[in-house]
Structures are given as structure tokens and as C-alpha cells.
């Protein structure tokens, strides 16, 4: 069974990035598994499991000349686990007002206190420079029933932060 | 009785459009009831169309009297050439399959629908419906319509869950 490696490349945004990298995965007969594509702060990342037969030493030396050919840094690091692994959030959180020194933490902290666990962040900040907007969005799980996380984000809110939470009822058909 | 296989992606039959009911007959509620024992199976299915076990025909089953947390809706309905008649508001809100394994994603539908759809009798019937239960219509009948939900995943970015305005 081949191997996964987490591959992690960051640096100035330029379209095709994409393109040139699963280019040249692919010429080598490696796979693509998940992948997330953000950018922040108007800079290029990117996080993708990647296998094959290749190990991380030539994989490193397969792709660095593309990397700095595009002015990315590369990191790639040998990981646990693989694919069919998704955990179906059941709560998501929305925090926003004010951008405030600690709020990340106060808020993840009172989250993870009441084991809530986190899928999926997003942290931004809208607003503009002289009135910036913290906004943040959590999709995550947890077995306490919402009275007990309401509780536990109540003396935020005492506080001034704008948190709610609410339920994600996921719909089949 | 046993239930039916279900189709999943790739399968390019999933992507056919559906034709209407025409003949309102014992076979019909034959294939209902299979219909519906194949959507208990499912793992906690509120919906399931015909074209999802091969059957291209606009035939859907609805129920969501039994989510976790108790929605607005009119119990198990049997839904025969349904239409949309009528769409206010809309609402991202977060979606699986039994057809598309192993994956959930965001999808923006509309919050309020007037629906209207023939039972397997052939008779008229009209419905108001709101927020998870108007989802779940939309969700089957895009599949008589060939479309699956994975066609309107919306980016995480898309953030249509709280708009404020700041000044």
C-alpha cells in the first residue's frame, strides 16, 4: 500500500499554481487525496494528501524545482491516516463584531472546555483597516447538548463577544 | 420484501431525467412501498426519488416527522409528478445522499415552497412548506431532474449564513 504525505506549499499568489503542481504530481504517477486551497492574506496556500510510489525524499526532489520555479516554499511531511475519514459536523458556531486581542482563544477555549470538537474553521477579518471585523465560523461536534455549550459561551457574551450557536441537521436523500 | 439497490456516482443514470406518471395502478404502489422500504435502509434518509434505484419515473417519498430535532412537516408523503409552484428566501444548509457516499456539502435552497403533487391515486394535493422539509423536496426532486446535490455545493467561503450589516 502506498503512503501518504501531507503537502504543504505557501507563497505569492499567481494563477496556474494549481495547475503546474498536479501537473507535475501527476506525470509521476502520484495521486491526489483531499485538498484545501485558501488564500490568505492575498498569499497562495495550499494542504493536499498526496501517494504513490515515490518516497518523501524523491517526492521533495521532484517538486522543489517546480516550488521555487513558482517562488512557493514546499513542505512535505509522511502522515497517519487516509481517506473516508469525514466526520459529519453537528454544530456550527458564528462569532463576529469588534476585532479584539484574545477572542480566538476565548472562544475555542470555552468550545473545547465543553468538548466541542472543531472540523472546520475560518478566521477573517472584514471591515476595513481603520474599522476592522472580526468574523469567525466553526463547524464542529459534540455530544453536550446545546444548552450545555450555550452555557459555556454565556460569559463571552457577557463580555461583548457575538457568538451564537446553532444546530446542523444534515439532510439525506 | 426486499430493498432496492441504490444507485451511486459515477453512474450516469443518475443524470437522466425522469418521465411523468401517467398510469395510477396497483404496480405503482407496488413500487411506492418498495420505494419506501428502500429509503428506511438508507441510513436516516428523509428522502429518496425513483431514479436513485433506476426507476426514471418523477416518483419521491418525503419524511421528516423523525429528525432529531423535531421540523415543521406534513408526515410521509408519496410525491407523484411533483412541482415547485412557488420559491421565497433562500438558506445554505448542509446536504448528503444515499447516491453520493461518503460526502456532505453545502447547498443553497429555498426556504419556502408551495408545492403541488399527485399522490399514487393520481389525486391533486398542494403543500406550504418550510425550511428542512422544503430542502428535502427540492434535494428529490432535483433528482427527477437529473441533478444531484454535489451539482450546487456551494464553497465554504460562500457564507449566506449571517449577513450584517456594519457601518
Partial sequence: MNNWYMLTLTGEDRPGIVARVTRALFERNMN???????????????????SGEMDAQTLEATLAPVASGLGLSLHIDPMQGGLHRHVVPNLMVRVSGADRAGIVARVTGALAEAGFNILDLESDVAGSAERPVYLMQIAGVAEAPLET????????????????????????? | MEPLPILTIPD???????EEVTVFDDELRAFVEQLELTRQQGPAAVGIAAPQVGRFQRIAIVD?????KPVPNHGNLVLINPEIVHWEGYEVGREGCLSVPDYTGNVIRATQIRLKAQDPSGEEHEYEMEGYEARAVQHEI????????????????TDLFKRKVYR
Fill in chain 1, 149 to 173: 455549550l450555550e452555557a459555556a459561551l454565556e460569559p463571552l457574551r457577557q463580555e461583548g463577544i457575538d457568538v451564537n450557536i446553532t444546530p446542523i441537521e444534515m439532510l439525506v436523500g
Fill in chain 2, 142 to 157: 432535483d433528482h427527477l431532474d437529473g441533478v444531484l446535490f454535489i451539482d450546487r455545493v456551494v464553497s465554504r467561503r
Fill in chain 2, 64 to 68: 421528516c416527522s423523525n429528525t432529531r
Fill in chain 2, 12 to 18: 450516469e443514470r443518475l443524470k437522466q431525467v425522469s
Fill in chain 1, 32 to 50: 491526489l487525496g483531499e485538498a484545501s486551497m485558501l488564500r490568505l492574506g492575498g498569499n497562495f496556500t495550499i494542504m493536499m494528501m498526496v
